[in-house]
T-cell receptor, first 113, second 115 residues
């Protein structure tokens, strides 16, 4: 059964550094998403992506964040200058749209020191 | 704006007992509703979904949920808990009939199953 994959599983970075989190969605998905979960808090929506552009973003998704689908398979989340409060589990998800559910990857745990 | 409330951040059940996880939503129109499960060190796996068809929805692993519009609820049940059901469970909503919309999650309920 196809799965969403994410790399790396754990990323440790210093404050102010750039990080890129990578996701490979299921091949025929049309909609792509990033969510994050700060330890002990709710899973929060960051951004959705469709037809090679952002379709919706949350207040969290400020100018420090960007997404890209550079080659039709990978879907990346970039944080330009990480802050301590960016430490969280980041989940990638995808879906076809017509059936409305989203399929999640295993997550990348980002630790900013 | 939509929101989800899960009553009880932790639930402890005995093996073989009923599992009942509560989810209430707030939305201007009846939303689409989902239950996801997260096993340790894994991602979110879809258990079941309600998308305006039958109000009683059956999912994987023996779970089911009932959409009750009058109570704005979508509680998750399983008649007989198994040790493998120990996990965290998330209720989520999205706007109806709108492909590609974001999910709004509840705070999650961690289930402990006692032998």
């Amino acid at each position: 059964e196809p799965e969403v994959t994410q790399t790396p599983s754990h990323q440790v970075t210093q404050m102010g550094q750039e990080v890129i989190l990578r996701c490979v969605p299921i091949s025929n998905h049309l909609y792509f998403y990033w969510y994050r979960q700060i330890l002990g808090q709710k899973v929060e929506f960051l951004v959705s992506f469709y037809n090679n552009e952002i379709s919706e973003k949350s207040e969290i998704f400020d100018d420090q964040f960007s997404v890209e689908r550079p080659d039709g398979s990978n879907f990346t989340l970039k944080i330009r200058s990480t802050k301590l409060e960016d430490s969280a589990m980041y989940f990638c998800a995808g879906g076809w749209g017509s059936s409305y559910e989203q399929y999640f990857g295993p997550g990348t745990r980002l630790t900013v020191t | 704006a939509q929101s989800v409330t899960q009553l009880g951040s932790h639930v402890s059940v005995s093996e073989g007992a009923l599992v009942l996880l509560r989810c209430n939503y707030s939305s201007s129109v009846p939303p689409y509703l989902f239950w996801y499960v997260q096993y340790p060190n894994q991602g979110l796996q879809l258990l079941l979904k309600y998308t305006s068809a039958a109000t009683l929805v059956k999912g994987i692993n023996g779970f089911e949920a009932e959409f009750k519009k009058s109570e704005t609820s979508f509680h998750l049940t399983k008649p007989s808990a198994h040790m493998s059901d120990a996990a965290e469970y998330f209720c989520a909503v999205s706007p109806p009939k709108a492909a590609g919309n974001k999910l709004t999650f509840g705070g999650g309920t961690r289930v402990l199953v006692k032998p």
